[in-house]
């Protein structure tokens, strides 16, 4: 062994000196010494991938036998069946189908990319766990520097459970813990999604998206926020990806063979693991055939969500309600700088016979919704954009506040003193609908007089949407509230401690969030379909 490893020391040495040569001939002066240090830091990130890598490579010798063991054996019974290994599944299939490419993809490990897993390995000196002997059946314990994961493998029917107990062994909290519990090949692009109520939501449709399509199309359930269930439907068969006890999130984030996208991790994230402490997650899938639906194969852990997060909002009224937008960005005519749609957008504000004849237009497009929302025995409308359209780029505006400032010709007056804003929402009341507008957490500046929409955050949106809703609700008695844009700069949605909030203030409204991670109710009871009417 001398030899190799002195000539390999040789080469590298040699390759090296070639490089330092070739840096210095192409790099000025003052750009080598940064170019080198580049070099170091590959080298040693080179290193560290290529002793991930060799581990990588011997393991995959282990797993030949296993995997030749798994390929010859025979084929599969119908229902489901799995068989156990020392770190995780080595075999799982349901009515013929199996799902594993081989047993590496049914390893318990932890939810890293491959470079985390390399930092990790530089600053641990350890780059996997230690599986430990496990003297009850189908059970896999993997030991680490800061504690262990133990895992117990279950078959109830056609549903596989496991019971997942996470110690630390750390003075300091685990705020959350990823782990990967498999990788599923499916026979084709799985359909599926979470059960959000949200603009992107799946809920409980017969038809789903593909799961690829995440992050537009949810794929992580996270109990604080939605039924923590993920579905996936296959074509011969479908599967429910299910937090049993309600205590982690469940995702299928992507697709590895982004390709043929096929084949899926299942991961559960694990929050606040007390120092010196543990926790357990239960966790299952959920098979059935072709056709099966959430409610079938998940009954109960549905009913143990409505159970921990009961109903709260006293709106009894489910009927339809219509969404009517009064402008669009498609209008561009130089007298009608809102851009009105009524007439076509020949609308022309800046006289009083042409501000005449907008009312005219507003009131009959009034008069033609209010048929429209009778016919579809809806309980009201959300008018979306009483301020008009004009800037686009703060569009929907979401502040009933300056609609007097943003559409000065709404303030138009009839003979008898009345503005055509409030001669417009008149019509629906007097004819029994309840009205709403669409409302934004974001505060809006006037800058060089445009308005600009501010950023929102927990910590002054529910003043914000609290403050537009009771001028909304005292000027047009406004009780319907689509509210837009409930995001944070980050991208999260707003926490759903604000709209609780304002439902406390309000609790003789009707909140809509765009998306139903604001809200921590249960979705099935909360749906109501909105028509649009023009």
């Known amino acids: 062994m001398v030899k190799p490893l002195l000539a390999r020391g040789l080469y590298r040495r040699a390759t090296m000196l070639i490089a330092a040569r070739i840096m210095r001939r192409f790099f000025p002066g003052w750009l080598f ?15 560290i991938v290529f002793a991930a890598t060799s581990q990588a490579n011997a393991e995959s010798q282990r797993y030949k036998t296993a995997a030749s063991a798994v390929l010859e054996s025979p084929a599969p019974k119908g229902g489901l069946n799995l068989a156990v290994g020392n770190r995780g599944l080595e075999s799982l299939s349901f009515n013929g189908q199996s799902f594993l490419d081989s047993p590496r993809s049914g390893e318990l490990r932890l939810d890293k990319s491959v470079l985390g897993a390399a930092i990790d390995a530089l600053l641990s000196h350890t780059l996997s766990p230690i599986p ?21 493998y279950g078959k109830q029917g056609d549903k596989m459970t496991m019971r997942i107990e996470i110690s630390n062994a750390g003075a300091k ?14 026979p084709g692009v799985p359909g599926g999604g979470t059960l959000e109520a949200g603009m992107f939501g799946f809920g409980f449709k017969d038809t789903a998206s593909t799961l690829h399509q995440y992050p537009s199309v949810p794929s992580v359930a996270d109990p604080q926020f939605v039924v923590p269930i993920v ?17 982690c999130s469940v995702g299928v984030p992507h697709a590895p063979n982004s390709l043929a996208r096929t084949t899926y991790p299942f ?30 194969l998940s009954g109960d852990v549905l009913e143990r969500y409505v159970k921990k997060y009961p109903f709260q909002i006293n709106w009894n009224d489910r009927r339809p309600i219509g969404a009517i937008y009064l402008a669009s960005s498609g209008i561009n005519v130089p007298t009608n700088p809102r851009r009105w749609i009524m007439n076509e957008g020949k609308i022309d504000i800046t006289t009083d016979a042409g501000k005449g004849a907008f ?13 429209v929302l009778k016919d579809a025995n809806a309980q009201g409308m959300i008018t979306w954009d009483p301020e008009g359209q004009e800037f686009l780029r703060s569009c929907y505006y979401g502040d009933p506040r300056l609609t007097p400032v943003l559409a000065p010709e709404t303030e138009f007056k009839d003979d008898r003193g009345m503005t ?79 709209f609780k909030a304002i439902a406390d203030a309000y609790p003789d409204v009707l909140l809509i969030p765009k998306t139903s991670r604001c809200v921590t109710l249960p979705i099935q009871r909360r749906l109501i379909p909105i028509c649009i009417t023009r």
């Open 33 to 47: 010494p940064m170019v080198a240090q580049l070099r170091v830091f590959m080298l040693l990130f080179g290193s």
């Open 267 to 296: 991961v559960i994230t694990c929050p606040d693991i007390k120092p010196r402490a543990s926790k357990t997650f239960n966790v299952s899938l959920r098979f059935g055939p072709e056709g099966s639906r959430v409610q079938n």
């Open 420 to 498: 055509v804003i409030d001669e417009y929402f008149e019509k629906f009341r007097a004819a029994g609908l309840k009205v709403g507008v669409c409302l934004r957490p974001q505060q809006i500046a006037m800058i060089d007089g445009k308005p600009v929409q501010g950023p929102a955050d927990n910590q002054h949106a529910a003043q914000i949407v609290k403050d537009k809703l009771a001028y909304a609700k005292k000027r047009w008695g406004c009780t319907l509230f689509y509210i837009d844009s409930t995001v944070v700069v980050t991208g999260e949605s707003l926490d759903p401690d604000v």
């Open 173 to 186: 909290e685990i705020d959350e813990l990823s782990l990967r519990l498999m990788d599923l090949n499916f």
């Open 231 to 247: 579905r996936a439907d296959y074509g011969t068969g479908a599967l429910n990806f299910c937090s049993d006890d309600l205590e």
């Open 132 to 152: 430990t002997p496990n003297k009850q059946t189908d059970a896999v314990d993997l030991v680490y520097t800061w504690g262990c994961v133990s895992c117990v």
């Open 359 to 371: 009312r005219t237009a507003l009131l009959k497009l009034a008069d033609n919704s209010v048929k």
